[in-house]
């Protein structure tokens, strides 16, 4: 008999999972997981854990509760973890509670985990406190799809409630809200595609429609939402120049204004001669996720299969940080070494414990990537190819940016510093500027900007 775990994934956020969460999901055999939660989150699963979908959204079920009470049963009685992966916490809204009474009428062990829930995290990510001395001393949290949506409380939080919104505000006027009461919608809170509508009870739906809002969305309702127009103001307004804004939100308000484009090459025959000869190279070093990407992608699928299964004739694999360590991990690589500091700089650090003379090492990369890396190993008597995988371009179109409105923006390569001069001239004074890697800040220092350089540990995203 195995266990069943109900753990709480957090509100969207794969940063806000809790650390036995996200420890439980490491170690899991089997993973069975809802619709809502961050699909990031099961790049941490195990090599042999299976994962299964039982999720359910507006008007599709891939499951019915009773199968997935079932399912639980029968994964318990053959595996020894089993994890329930819920969105926000288990017992609020997620059927945790009958899930939990199911296993323990039939003896089967079941502990839950409790998670961030939506109903909290998402107002507070958005600047709205769900209680304050002066203004809310009581909060409901309430089913969107509740006939009567009357329950008194200064502050009221609707889930599930965009498909009976329009009933929903119709009823608490009639029950005697104010229309002026102030309300907030937020779809698809703390993920990078959160959308937010503001308003009073007047107007509330009638903005939600124009700005097309969809499920899964958190309502709000009272006095308390008004504070967002100051409590927003305290976080720091961060333009992001590169590809992956995700694992830096936990730092502010991120304006993603990419600089950078990611394409292939048009000619790939270099690239698969070097995967067919693989076994003559001693060390692999991945700088970036797209590495991995366009290294394994083009290359025949016997090849990869051979080098997924464990085929790699002593090749070591160097991955500069979780990222590119968890990309290569899709592919079924094992990973050898991950610098503490995610950078060049790291690398070369974190190789020093091996000895690298004579030794033959492959850097698949991007065309605009900076020699630091194949020099500074060189130095060490190792024998470098630097092999270009993948275009890094400027993209056609990009956003115009108000820097009366930005903090800071964060730098995450050369060629990011280099587009961001050619199309915007110059940097405002008065903005930080943090680059990723030293040779980052090099970059930005040769046109007479000073910034500094982020020490990017960052969370598990």
């Known amino acids: 008999m195995g266990k069943v775990y109900l753990v709480g994934a957090g509100p969207g956020d794969p940063g806000l999972i809790t650390v036995k969460g996200l420890g439980l999901i490491k170690k899991a055999d089997v993973i069975i997981y809802d619709f809502l939660i961050n699909k990031k989150l099961l790049n941490f699963a195990g090599k042999g854990a299976k994962l299964i979908y039982a999720g359910k959204s507006y008007k599709h079920h891939s499951m019915e509760q009773d199968e997935i009470n079932k399912l639980l049963e029968e994964k318990a009685k053959k595996s020894k973890v089993v994890v329930r992966l819920k969105n926000g916490d288990p017992f609020v809204f997620g059927r945790g509670g009958e899930e939990a009474v199911y296993l323990s009428k039939r003896n089967i062990p079941c502990e839950v985990v409790p998670g961030v829930s939506s109903a909290i995290a998402i107002p507070a990510s958005c600047g709205v406190p769900l209680t304050h001395r002066d203004y809310a001393s009581s909060v409901a949290i309430i089913t969107g799809h509740r006939k009567d949506n009357t329950i008194s409380a200064a502050t009221l939080v609707f889930l599930m409630a965009v498909t009976?919104?329009?009933?929903?505000?119709?009823?608490?006027?009639?029950?005697?809200?104010?229309?002026?009461?102030?309300?907030?919608?937020?779809?698809?809170?703390?993920?990078?595609?959160?959308?937010?509508?503001?308003?009073?009870?007047?107007?509330?739906a009638g903005r939600a429609q124009k700005k097309k809002i969809s499920p899964p969305a958190v309502f709000v309702v009272g006095k308390v939402v008004d504070l967002r127009g100051i409590l927003n103001k305290t976080k720091k307004r961060i333009l992001f120049t590169?590809?992956?804004?995700?694992?830096?939100?936990?730092?502010?308000?991120?304006?993603?204004?990419?600089?950078?484009?990611?394409?292939?090459?048009?000619?790939?025959?270099?690239?698969?001669?070097?995967?067919?000869?693989?076994?003559?190279?001693?060390?692999?070093?991945?700088?970036?996720?797209?590495?991995?990407?366009?290294?394994?992608?083009?290359?025949?699928?016997?090849?990869?299969?051979?080098?997924?299964?464990?085929?790699?004739?002593?090749?070591r694999i160097c991955a500069i940080g979780r990222a590119t360590a968890n990309k290569l991990k899709e592919y079924g690589i094992r990973v050898d070494c991950v610098p503490r500091k995610e950078s060049s700089q790291g690398i070369v650090k974190a190789l020093r414990r091996f000895n690298?003379?004579?030794?033959?090492?492959?850097?698949?990369?991007?065309?605009?990537?900076?020699?630091?890396?194949?020099?500074?190993?060189?130095?060490?008597?190792?024998?470098?190819?630097?092999?270009?995988?993948?275009?890094?371009?400027?993209?056609?179109?990009?956003?115009?940016?108000?820097?009366?409105?930005?903090?800071?923006?964060?730098?995450?390569?050369?060629?990011?510093?280099?587009?961001?001069?050619?199309?915007?001239?110059?940097?405002?004074?008065?903005?930080?500027?943090?680059?990723?890697?030293?040779?980052?800040?090099?970059?930005?220092?040769?046109?007479?900007?000073?910034?500094?350089?982020?020490?990017?540990?960052?969370?598990?995203?």
Not at 272 to 284: A, F, G, P, Q, R
Request: charged letters at 25%; aromatic letters at 10%; hydrophobic letters at 35%.
């Open 164 to 204: 009976n919104l329009e009933r929903i505000v119709k009823n608490l006027i009639k029950k005697g809200k104010s229309p002026g009461t102030p309300c907030i919608l937020i779809e698809r809170g703390t993920f990078k595609n959160q959308k937010i509508v503001q308003g009073n009870l007047e107007n509330i």
């Open 242 to 315: 590169g590809t992956n804004p995700e694992r830096f939100r936990h730092l502010g308000e991120i304006l993603h204004a990419p600089l950078i484009k990611i394409a292939a090459l048009n000619d790939y025959t270099k690239v698969k001669k070097e995967v067919k000869e693989i076994s003559k190279y001693h060390w692999i070093i991945f700088t970036s996720r797209y590495a991995v990407k366009y290294f394994f992608d083009p290359a025949p699928a016997c090849l990869r299969k051979h080098y997924c299964m464990g085929g790699r004739g002593g090749v």
């Open 356 to 461: 690298l003379k004579s030794k033959n090492i492959l850097i698949p990369r991007s065309n605009l990537s900076s020699n630091y890396l194949p020099r500074a190993l060189r130095k060490t008597g190792a024998n470098v190819k630097a092999l270009t995988v993948y275009k890094n371009v400027r993209p056609s179109k990009v956003k115009k940016i108000d820097f009366n409105k930005i903090d800071e923006i964060i730098f995450t390569s050369p060629s990011t510093v280099q587009n961001f001069m050619a199309v915007y001239k110059k940097i405002p004074e008065g903005i930080i500027m943090k680059c990723i890697g030293e040779v980052t800040c090099a970059k930005l220092k040769s046109y007479g900007f000073y910034g500094e350089v982020m020490n990017n540990e960052l969370s598990v995203t």
